[in-house]
């Protein structure tokens, strides 16, 4: 806790979470949760939480994933199942959500980035 490097990582990951909400909001609703969590959550035109992407404090301690993204069990079934599909090993579920992340690699470019989460947000607003 008492190192210089925390500051600076979690500094980069908000940005990178600001640049992703910058450049993908216009495609649906975004909005940053305040429980704690720095992230981005995203609906649909009817108001219904499609998306989420950012930091998930209890993600990252378990699994050493800082960055991710993911589905909620709630969520319209055809929504869901072509996102376990195409995450298939590569996912974990966290309370009622199906989350998967960024590897380190990926976090140095923040336009691949913003690829990637633009890619998840047009294929599920495809599928709505």
């Known amino acids: 806790m008492f190192t210089s490097a925390i500051p600076s990582i979690l500094t980069k990951l908000f940005s990178i979470v600001d640049s992703v909400k910058e450049a993908t909001s216009p495609t649906c609703s975004a909005r940053k949760l305040k429980n704690g969590e720095y992230g981005i959550s995203y609906e649909n035109d009817s108001g219904e939480e499609i998306f989420y992407f950012g930091v998930w404090y209890e993600f990252w301690e378990k699994h050493k994933k800082p960055l991710v993204f993911g589905v909620h069990n709630n969520f319209p079934q055809n929504i869901k199942d072509d996102f376990l599909k195409r995450k298939e090993g590569k996912l ?6 199906h989350m998967t992340w960024l590897e380190q690699e990926d976090l140095e470019d923040s336009g691949k980035i913003i690829e990637v989460i633009q890619y998840e947000l047009d294929r599920l607003l495809a599928l709505k």
Do not use: R, S
Request: charged share 35%; hydrophobic share 50%; no cysteine.
């Open 92 to 97: 974990i579920p966290l309370d009622d959500w």
